[in-house]
């Protein structure tokens, strides 16, 4: 029996900065409407803390992002990678280091992932 080729999936092209810009002007993104604020944080989930495919955003979860402020006013949002495709910790890489993601950004920044989430959680 022959195997049949399965057809070439195209992949998502990224989001050039034009059009990140256009979202925040057409209101895709923001905090004005409930769908603006998750389609918000997970945009800035993926793109800041470099999440690779639907798992990761599904599984992402409270617990895996710290907040700490700096004395000069910034904060710096840190996210701990939990088990995934390419680091498993099977027996032959058991003190495999997880990715931890650190970004540096304003509070006050209507546009930080820090101001959404803090917005998100205080309205639940």
């Known amino acids: ?3 049949t080729q399965q057809p070439f999936k195209k992949q998502c092209d990224a989001l050039s900065v034009n059009d990140e810009t256009t979202m925040w002007k057409q209101g895709v993104f923001g905090t004005h409407s409930p769908d603006a604020v998750i389609n918000t944080l997970l945009f800035l989930s993926g793109k800041l ?25 910034t904060v710096c949002v840190r996210h701990k990678e939990k088990v995934s495709k390419t680091n498993q910790g099977g027996l032959k890489r058991r003190k495999a280091e997880r990715k931890i993601v650190e970004h540096m950004e304003d509070p006050r920044d209507e546009k ?3 101001f959404i989430y803090h917005f998100y959680v205080s309205k639940w």
């Open 1 to 3: 029996m022959q195997a």
């Open 49 to 73: 803390f470099v999440l690779r495919g639907r798992q990761e955003l599904r599984s992402l979860s409270q617990d895996q992002i710290e907040f700490e402020q700096n004395q000069d006013g």
């Open 112 to 114: 930080s992932f820090s």
